[in-house]
């Protein structure tokens, strides 16, 4: 990063006013077994090497220890204004046991948390976890995210990862968006005004050049301030090429995210760097949907699965906290190191809804920061709450924005008599991502177009709900472009492809095997396609294959159906291999103009269109 704008932040978290709560420390857990005798070797290791996570340096001694408040966030997506419905909420685990939905998110919210959060904290860095961009609303994504990197600047974002979306357009685009310069299309956007850039450093460890080896970001950087050291390393998922378009990742190669964070924690090492911070954009899936469960119970890191937790358990004892995203989850855990020892790993779910504040007790003699056999210095998530004052310099950058948007956003598109739920559901099958099926069928189904017979779209392809409240002035039920465009922001292709029987099959199975077995991802299917999901079976079984039937009838294993989808999909993009084998394709209009067509043409003012009712896959558990 710049020293310029390092100084500056520094400055001004220096000049900050009164302590922020402290209720974060102080939170223990039970040492895992083997702990203390882990701590015990790790401190005669310790004395003869000067690294060493369970030095036991006083707290008492200004001259010898002092706190460093990191503060993270991660999977922003653009989100400059609140998000609208079940993408706007956390859940909170009230005392009584109880649950309720919080209202959260919008940056002008986000920076006044993180500023108020720096008060009394001299030594404060924050960081991000990845996908800052892409899959962004309108107001940004109509603006190739310029405004939202505007927004990390103003808001002090020391440091991020890269997370798969920021490939949604190209190594050249995220170039750019580090190092500024007017789009090549479409040009600059305010006369007089050149794009600057990210004043902070987007870091690819694992992410590399396919002819060099080298890779095409900084691997890591180090934030220092007064005399403090602490290293961070930012990697994306490995898998990124299954989840970003072929062109995205072009020339380019994503490794292994442990052993590439150890790579470059021992080149920190080496260079006298000894606290070290992994910012990874990969996540877990937690025990509870509430944002503050305890994620350390009954023990510690007991209460999330998935990959990072398998990350977490191999990454060097040299890094002393794991930042992550990617799952759109919230949690803080605690999962101990190859060493035994405790070591925070946390998520603050997305959109910026939350922001995580974590201790890290940082020793001036070995540089290191301090960790011990038991939980001494918790991490905590905090909500984004839209009941404090909002930031004026990101009213004024949305209102900004917001101008030069307005004469595409604010057109209507369609009407609606209830809320379309599509991002924030639970179920399987959601009625928006039905509705974007129907909507993809119907502008390929005539024979000029496609000949498409049913649709499929991924579920991750759905960004958003449709909310019957209105936005802004436009009136309730009323759908704008612009919340057409916060649902289905890609902008991807429609294409249409012949598929046999068997390979439909196929990619029905590979919802919930081979590479989605252990996180299920359920294609939203168009009417007229049915089945039976049984999820008290395991693997390509939990699919019925005798209750496949398209308009009533039982697919016919060798017959070519006509399939349309988006071309991401298409690409075999979420681990659907197979459908990268359908023939004969034919290229439609975009997902975007597929969906504002089809609530243009079943909706008006006097006649809204209702939700689906989502029960075209019946669900046994």
């Not at 940082?362 to 930031?391: F, L």
Request: aromatic share 6%; net charge neutral.
């Amino acid at each position: 990063m710049s020293p310029r704008p390092q100084r500056r932040r520094a400055t001004r978290r220096l000049t900050a006013g009164a302590a922020v709560l402290a209720a974060a420390v102080g939170i223990t857990a039970a040492a895992p077994a083997g702990a203390e005798s882990a701590a015990t070797a790790t401190a005669a290791h310790a004395r003869h090497t000067g690294h060493g996570h369970g030095h036991g340096g006083s707290h008492g001694h200004a001259s010898r220890t002092v706190d460093v408040q990191l503060l993270s966030f991660n999977d922003f997506h653009g989100n400059l204004e609140p998000p609208q419905g079940s993408s706007g909420t956390v859940e909170e685990l009230q005392s009584d046991g109880g649950r309720k939905r919080v209202d959260a998110g919008g940056v002008e919210y986000l920076a006044s948390s993180l500023r108020t959060a720096r008060k009394g904290h001299p030594y404060s860095v924050t960081a991000a976890a990845g996908d800052m961009v892409g899959a962004s609303p309108l107001l940004s994504g109509l603006f190739h995210d310029e405004p939202t990197i505007e927004a990390m600047n103003k808001l002090g974002l020391d440091v991020t990862s890269v997370g798969n979306h920021e490939f949604d357009e190209g190594r050249a685009e995220l170039t750019r968006l580090q190092k500024g310069g007017c789009h090549p299309t479409d040009g600059c956007y305010e006369k007089g005004k050149r794009f600057k850039g990210a004043d902070f450093p987007y870091l690819a460890a694992n992410v590399t050049d396919e002819k060099t080896g080298r890779p095409i970001l900084k691997p890591y950087t180090v934030w220092k301030h007064k005399g403090v050291k602490i290293g961070f390393i930012g990697v994306t998922l490995e898998g990124t090429p299954d989840v970003v378009s072929a062109n995205g990742v072009k020339g380019l190669k994503f490794h292994d995210e442990a052993e590439t964070i150890d790579k470059y924690a021992k080149e920190l090492d080496r260079q006298g760097v000894k606290s070290i911070v992994a910012l990874v954009h990969e996540g877990g899936l937690p025990a509870s949907t509430a944002y503050n469960y305890d994620c350390d119970s009954p023990g510690p890191g007991n209460g999330i699965s998935g990959p990072i937790a398998e990350i977490a358990k191999k990454v060097t004892p040299k890094v002393d906290a794991l930042v992550t995203g990617h799952t759109h989850q919230a949690y803080a855990c605690t999962i101990p190191d190859p060493s035994g020892m405790p070591r925070t790993v946390t998520s603050a779910a997305s959109f910026g809804k939350l922001y995580t504040d974590t201790t890290l007790t940082y020793d001036r003699r070995t540089k290191d920061i301090v960790r011990t056999s038991v939980k001494s210095a918790a991490a905590r998530n905090h909500v984004v709450n839209r009941t404090q004052p909002k930031a004026a310099d990101m009213t004024a950058l949305i209102q900004r924005w917001n101008k030069l948007a307005a004469p595409v956003a604010n057109k209507p598109v369609g009407y609606i008599s209830a809320d379309i739920p599509g991002r924030g559901m639970a179920s399987p099958e959601t009625p928006l991502g039905d509705l974007i099926a129907d909507a993809q069928l119907e502008a390929a189904k005539a024979a000029d177009k496609g000949g498409a017979q049913l649709a499929l779209m991924n579920p991750g392809g759905v960004r958003a709900d449709l909310a019957h409240k209105a936005s802004g002035s436009e009136g309730d039920g009323v759908v704008t472009y612009g919340e057409a465009f916060t649902v289905q922001p890609f902008t991807n292709m429609t294409n249409v492809v012949g598929l046999t029987g068997t390979q439909l099959l196929t990619a029905l199975q590979q919802q919930v095997s081979g590479a989605n077995a252990a996180s299920p991802k359920i294609l939203q299917v168009s009417q007229g396609l049915t089945y039976t999901l049984d999820l008290t079976k395991s693997g390509a079984e939990r699919v019925v294959k005798d209750s496949v039937r398209l308009n009533g009838d039982p697919i016919d294993p060798a017959r070519t159906y006509r399939v349309a989808m988006n071309e991401f999909l298409a690409g075999g993009g979420d681990g659907f291999a197979v459908l990268k084998e359908g023939k004969d394709k034919y290229v439609g209009p975009s997902d975007l103009d597929a969906l504002t067509a089809y609530l243009t043409a079943h909706s008006s003012a006097t006649a809204p269109l209702a939700p689906p009712k989502a029960d075209r896959i019946s669900v046994v558990k």
